[in-house]
């Protein structure tokens, strides 16, 4: 199993940055993916960005194209997911989710194709 802990959430006002990490222990020997995910109040849970193992595969909603910038450090059992220019409309919950294997995009940037979930860490944009 992975357990996933984000960190890095805060309020931030228009504009600004934020970045957000996710820390992944237990069998992180296994090549495993990890996507990130939000969730605002009375919204459904989105895909927002997803990194192979090898990080040689990512993915972004439409939504944060150039935005936002999914990274990863297998060394350090880390993953970072860089966000600027922040909207109000960014504001949500932010999970980070792993699976072992898989690289595609329909794998990666479905919520239910992941296996083991971080508890989410809060992202408040102000206008």
């Known amino acids: 199993q992975v357990q996933l802990v984000e960190s890095g959430g805060g309020l931030v006002q228009a504009g600004g940055s934020l970045r957000l990490s996710c820390a992944a222990s237990g069998r992180t020997g296994s090549s495993y993916a990890v996507g990130w995910f939000r969730q605002a109040p009375g919204k459904e849970r989105e895909f927002v960005t997803s990194i192979s193992w090898s990080g040689g595969s990512t993915y972004y909603a439409d939504s944060v194209k150039g935005q936002f910038t999914i990274s990863r450090d297998n060394a350090k059992n880390m993953v970072y997911l860089q966000m600027n220019s922040l909207k109000p409309e960014d504001t949500a919950v932010y999970y980070c989710?792993?699976?072992?294997?898989?690289?595609?995009?329909?794998?990666?940037?479905?919520?239910?194709?992941?296996?083991?979930w971080g508890q989410g860490t809060q992202v408040t944009v102000s206008s």
């Open positions: 989710a792993a699976r072992y294997y898989g690289s595609s995009y329909y794998l990666l940037s479905q919520s239910n194709s992941y296996d083991y």
